[in-house]
T-cell receptor, first 114, second 115 residues
């Protein structure tokens, strides 16, 4: 089945620890995105990548880091510098290289930091 | 700057009623793209429709229809004969060629369809 996988579904961490969220796609899409969703709000872009070994900051990149070593994979690290990391994180891949094309989303990872 | 407003935060209807979800957008670009996504309780967003600014034809897909009006900067979504399975949060989103690959989402409308 083609799609996007994110693991784990729920993640719990202590404050001060870095944590990496995984995102894998087998849709052969060039573009991949990470979004953050807070309760009752829309999605905000953290980082995006249009091609392997290249990525760009979104609206709220501070406290996050990414890598894109393979086309299929776009892991997101939430660092201890992120002041309010508890949120729902969604990964997406895009049909085309720009955001003007539809995106397909994974099931999300709900991160809780205490 | 671009902005998407979904003024209805929550809507509750009874099954088989028709319901319209409003979306109003702001952009200075003449070329832009509008989207609707559905977020069921499972969490992942499901793509529903993409519309570019040069295509003002309304679209119908089964029980779903979309009304794009550039004159009022609106891209409204109507569900006809709603079903319980339509219960979800619906997001309208906007991008353009100068947006730096950023999709701007509205705050979402939570639709509850009661049996």
């Amino acid at each position: 089945d083609g799609g996007i996988t994110q693991s784990p579904k729920y993640l719990f961490r202590k404050e001060g620890q870095n944590v990496t969220l995984s995102c894998e796609q087998n849709l052969n899409h060039d573009a991949m995105y990470w979004y953050r969703q807070d309760p009752g709000q829309g999605l905000r872009l953290i980082y995006y990548s249009q091609i392997v070994n290249d990525f760009q900051k979104g609206d709220i990149a501070e406290g996050y880091s990414v890598s894109r070593e393979k086309k299929e994979s776009f892991p997101l690290t939430v660092t201890s510098a992120q002041k309010n990391p508890t949120a729902f994180y969604l990964c997406a891949s895009g049909v085309g290289a720009s955001s003007s094309y539809e995106q397909y989303f994974g099931p999300g990872t709900r991160l809780t930091v205490t | 700057a671009q902005k998407v407003t979904q003024a209805q935060t929550e809507i509750s209807v009874v099954e088989k009623e028709d319901v319209t979800l409003d979306c109003v957008y702001e952009t200075r670009d003449t070329t832009y793209y509008l989207f609707w996504y559905k977020q069921p309780p499972s969490g992942e967003l499901v793509f529903l429709i993409r519309r570019n600014s040069f295509d003002e034809q309304n679209e119908i897909s089964g029980r779903y229809s979309w009304n794009f009006q550039k004159s009022t900067s609106s891209f409204n979504f109507t569900i006809t004969a709603s079903q319980v399975v339509d219960s979800a949060v619906y997001f309208c989103a906007l991008t353009n060629n100068n947006a730096g690959n950023m999709l701007t989402f509205g705050g979402g409308t939570r639709l509850m369809v009661k049996p």
